[in-house]
C-alpha cells in the first residue's frame, strides 16, 4: 500500500495478557515512529527508529514495553503482561529520512485491555 | 520541559465564516510546529508546518497558520469554514534538541455547523 498500515486495528485483551502490534511503514521510509495516544489525549512519544537502530526509547513508560525493528522495515511493539492503563490507540509514524519534517501516520491499533 | 497548549477543548463556528484554533507552545530553542488533523477512524493528517521564514505559512484544505516568535503562539486559520472541515485538530511541536520526536497538544474539536 502507499501509506502506513498497522495491524490489528482494534485488540481486546485480558488483563496479563501479552500483544504484539504490527506497523509496516512506507517503502523506503528511514524513520519509524511509535506513539500512544490516551483517550481524550494527544499522542505521546514511545520509541524511534532509524532503520533498524533504536535510537531513541525514552517515552517507553515500563519494561514491560518493548519494540524492535530488526530488518529496517517492518516494526513491532510488544506490551507483556498488559495492564488496564496501557488502554490507547497506538499509532506508528514513518519519515523518508532522519532529517524529514513531515510524519506519516498509520490509523492506529486500539488496544483496550479487560 | 516542552509543552503544547491547546487551551480550548472544543471550537465551533458556523459555515462560512472564519475559524482560529489556538496553540501556544513552551520549548527551548526555535522548533519546528505543526497541525496535524485527525478524522473518526484515520489516522493524523499532516496539514502544515513552520520551519523557518515567512511567519504566515499556507497548507492543506485552505489552512493557514500565523507563528508568532514572542507569543510562543502558532494558531491555525482558515478565512471560510466548511462543515467538512469538522474534525479533531493537533499541534505539535519538534524540539530540535530532542531529536525528531514530536510533542503534541491534547487537541481541540472543531465543529462547524451548517
Known amino acids: 500500500g502507499a501509506g502506513v498500515s498497522q495491524s490489528p486495528r482494534y485488540k481486546v485483551a485480558k488483563r496479563g495478557q501479552d500483544v504484539a502490534l504490527r506497523c509496516d511503514p512506507i517503502s523506503g521510509h528511514v524513520s519509524l515512529f511509535w506513539y500512544q495516544q490516551a483517550l481524550g489525549q494527544g499522542p505521546e512519544f514511545l520509541t524511534y527508529?532509524?532503520?533498524?537502530?533504536?535510537?531513541?526509547k525514552s517515552g517507553l513508560p515500563s519494561d514491560r514495553f518493548f519494540a524492535e525493528r530488526p530488518e529496517g522495515s517492518v516494526s513491532t511493539l510488544k506490551i507483556q503482561r498488559t495492564q488496564q492503563e496501557d488502554s490507547a490507540v497506538y499509532l506508528c509514524a514513518s519519515t523518508p529520512g532522519h532529517s524529514s519534517t513531515e510524519a506519516f501516520f498509520g490509523q492506529g491499533t486500539r488496544l483496550t485491555v479487560v | 520541559a516542552q509543552s503544547v497548549a491547546q487551551p480550548e477543548d472544543q471550537v465551533n463556528v458556523a459555515e462560512g465564516n472564519p475559524l482560529t484554533v489556538k496553540c501556544t507552545y513552551s520549548?527551548?530553542?526555535?522548533?519546528?510546529l505543526f497541525w496535524y488533523v485527525q478524522y473518526p477512524n484515520r489516522g493524523l493528517q499532516f496539514l502544515l508546518k513552520?520551519?523557518?521564514?515567512?511567519?504566515l505559512v499556507k497548507g492543506s484544505y485552505g489552512f493557514e497558520a500565523e507563528f508568532n516568535k514572542s507569543q510562543t503562539s502558532f494558531h491555525l486559520k482558515k478565512p471560510s469554514a466548511l462543515v467538512s472541515d469538522s474534525a479533531l485538530y493537533f499541534c505539535a511541536v519538534r524540539p530540535m534538541e530532542y531529536g525528531n520526536k514530536l510533542v503534541f497538544g491534547a487537541g481541540t474539536i472543531l465543529r462547524v455547523k451548517s
Open positions: 520549548v527551548s530553542g526555535n522548533p519546528y
Open positions: 527508529f532509524q532503520n533498524e537502530a533504536q535510537l531513541d
Open positions: 513552520y520551519i523557518t521564514g515567512d511567519n
